[in-house]
Nanobody
Framework: QVRLVESGGGLVQTGGSLRLSCVAS????????MGWYRQAPGKQREWVAS???????TYADSVKGRFTISRDSGRNTVHLQMNGLKPEDTAVYYC??????????WGQGTQVTVSS
């Protein structure tokens, strides 16, 4: 079992910045991918960015160049630095833990609202 606790959401104006964090605890395998997804009202959940334990980071085209994902040296915390926020970035952001073997886990979600 893995528990994910997210923090850092909030309300920001267009062009502003927010930093999301997600701390994972529990029975984590050494090789895994942690990432962020988001779900806007009336839309399906979509992938935003991922970071592997090996140090690779990938991004959705919609956030490339504006968002940066990182993991701490202990590899159990993932951050999402969001710059140049737009109203279309408004959504509930979910942390995801996906091990090489076993089920994936989700955080409870944190609201990000960007006002125009």
């Amino acid at each position: 079992q893995v528990r994910l606790v997210e923090s850092g959401g909030g309300l920001v104006q267009t062009g502003g910045s927010l930093r999301l964090s997600c701390v994972a605890s529990g029975n984590m395998f050494s090789r895994n991918t942690m990432g962020w997804y988001r779900q806007a009202p009336g839309k399906q959940r979509e992938w935003v960015a991922s970071a592997t334990t090996g140090g690779s980071a990938t991004y959705a085209d919609s956030v490339k160049g504006r968002f940066t994902i990182s993991r701490d040296s202990g590899r159990n915390t993932v951050h999402l630095q969001m710059n140049g926020l737009k109203p279309e970035d408004t959504a509930v952001y979910y942390c995801n833990f996906n091990p090489r073997y076993g089920p994936e886990y989700w955080g409870q979600g944190t609201q990000v609202t960007v006002s125009s």
